[in-house]
């Protein structure tokens, strides 16, 4: 796998974030790993200058930027259209190429829903997806094909992200559900699942049990894929491992 094809989600800093580093101060390091697109996390945000300060830097460097809010889309059966076109003018303002959302509570579009939906996405190069996150109310695939088939067939541009990982905690097959969704797969998240007495903990590759090659086998090679798990206090090298990795693959 080519090194272009990789996304490095900050969530790989979490202890260096803690410490009070910005996510503009990622984009070096992680650019000289050769990885040429970087996941901005929403909640990572401190202030309304590092939206421009994360544009600047990933434009100086020429990096992508992907953008991940910790949101649903649906809420009570309702979108707040305002809310998300806000979203979706934060991900402009960064520069980002796609922006990834939750589900929530789906039960179908109405009329107002689709048209403001497809006023805000269609002729817009920003690509919406939504994660199939760790929890039952967002994270399984009976709720997520659904709206994928609706979104679809009435030609509303949103698609998945695809986090191999989070199946198992809401004890569904990544295998069997990357058959089921890869015709709406635009973005795959990646990390490796270890079984412990507490439940599952997101690991290096290899460490785990996730067939995530054979996962991926099932799945267009042009998507990309984000690295996507805390990775201590040595983030670098445990990217750099993980790059060594999926060049073999």
Not at 87 to 108: I, T
Request: charged letters at 25%; glycine letters at 6%.
């Amino acid at each position: 796998m080519k090194t272009e094809r990789v996304v490095v989600n900050t969530l790989v800093f979490l202890e260096e974030i803690k410490k009070g580093v910005t996510q503009s101060e990622l984009f070096a390091p992680i650019k000289d790993l050769g990885v040429r697109s970087i996941e901005i996390r929403r909640e990572f945000i401190r202030s309304e200058i590092e939206f421009a300060q994360i544009k600047g830097e990933g434009e100086r460097l020429e990096v992508d930027r992907y953008y991940s809010v910790p949101d649903e889309l649906f809420v009570c059966g309702e979108m707040s259209v305002p809310r998300i076109q806000e979203y979706l003018q934060e991900a402009r303002r960064l520069g980002a190429k796609m922006v990834k959302f939750n589900l929530g509570d789906f039960r179908g579009f109405t009329d107002a829903s689709m048209k403001a939906l497809n006023n805000e996405l269609v002729n817009d190069s920003l690509v919406v997806t939504v994660e199939n996150d760790q929890t039952v109310e967002n994270g399984t695939v009976n709720k997520l094909l659904p709206f994928l088939i609706e979104c679809a067939d009435n030609k509303i541009p949103i698609y998945s992200t695809f986090d191999i990982g989070n199946w198992y905690w809401v004890g569904e097959d990544p295998l069997i559900n990357a058959k089921q969704l890869a015709p709406y797969i635009q973005y795959i998240h990646l990390k490796d699942v270890l079984f412990t007495a507490v439940g599952p903990q997101a690991v290096g590759l290899g460490k785990g049990a996730v067939p995530w090659q054979r996962v991926l086998s099932l799945l267009s090679s042009q998507i990309p894929i984000a690295l996507e798990y805390p990775c201590g206090h040595k983030p670098i090298e445990v990217v750099s491992r993980e790059l060594a990795v999926l060049q073999q693959f």
